[in-house]
């Protein structure tokens, strides 16, 4: 069974120029010796709790393992959710541009219209959202930033032949050998996709997974700015 990931149309934009509000600090593992920040994900359903040091939550800073669990605590969510250290949390600022597109991606972190957002709610995807403003202002714009769940989908094979590996201490990934190959496709563990979501970002590669139903309902409904490339398998 192929694996499609969900990408921007070619005539779709891809908006370089966004901020979210808050960041999560990146992370000083002491069991890799590494320091750990992801550029792939952002969570712009998630919230700093008011009780809380904002000033704590920029990925300027770098906090151990045990310092941001801590952190992760100062925080409301609809869901629980993974933390990635480095990501984005709160409200999303740009400039969306005044064509109209159901999707827009901010470095592959999706954006959507409230309309595609009302149809894919009516279809049984729970997505959760945050805010897209215009910057410097509150003002809102009528498109929501889509936070897209988080998922560990290589299969063994998979992480064996890229030489991947999950530090015990930050639980980040860690490639052992630059110049590893695939003897063949990606294969991603179907039975771990998260129901019901549509789209989930592979936590190892970044990618952006779209499920059969989520892509039967964008080509139904003839949802534009969002389009899928055969990426790997199932198994």
């Known amino acids: 069974m192929k694996a ?3 990408i921007s149309t070619s005539d779709s934009l891809y908006l370089k ?3 979210c509000q808050y960041s999560l600090p990146k992370i000083r593992c002491g069991t890799c010796d590494e320091t750990q920040w992801s550029s792939n994900v952002w969570y712009p359903a998630c919230s700093v ?12 800073l770098i906090v151990s393992v045990e ?8 925080l409301s969510m609809p869901k629980e959710a993974k933390l990635l250290p480095g990501s984005g949390i709160g409200n999303v600022q740009t400039i969306v541009p005044r064509r109209k597109s159901d999707f827009f991606w901010c470095e592959g972190r999706p954006i959507l219209s409230k309309r595609a957002l009302c149809i894919l709610r009516r279809e049984g995807f729970e997505i959760w959202t945050g805010r897209v403003v215009i910057p410097g202002t509150d003002q809102g714009v009528d498109y929501e930033a889509w936070q897209v769940p ?9 992480l064996k032949q890229l030489t991947l590996a999950q530090c015990s201490g930050c639980g980040m990934w860690n490639l052992q050998n630059l110049r590893a190959k695939l003897s063949g496709p990606r294969r991603y563990t179907l ?17 952006t997974l779209a499920t059969e139903h989520f892509i039967d309902v964008v080509q139904r409904e003839k949802l534009s700015g969002i389009e899928f490339d055969d990426w790997g398998v199932y198994v």
Do not use: I
């Open 150 to 158: 988080v998922a560990a989908l290589y299969d063994d094979l998979c």
């Open 191 to 207: 039975k771990r996709v998260p129901p019901n979501t549509g789209l989930v970002r592979v936590e190892e590669g970044g990618e």
């Open 67 to 74: 310092e941001f669990h801590e952190l992760g605590k100062m």
């Open 17 to 19: 120029n966004w901020l």
């Open 49 to 60: 709790q008011p009780r809380a040091d904002a000033n704590k939550f920029s990925n300027e």
């Open 4 to 6: 499609l990931a969900a």
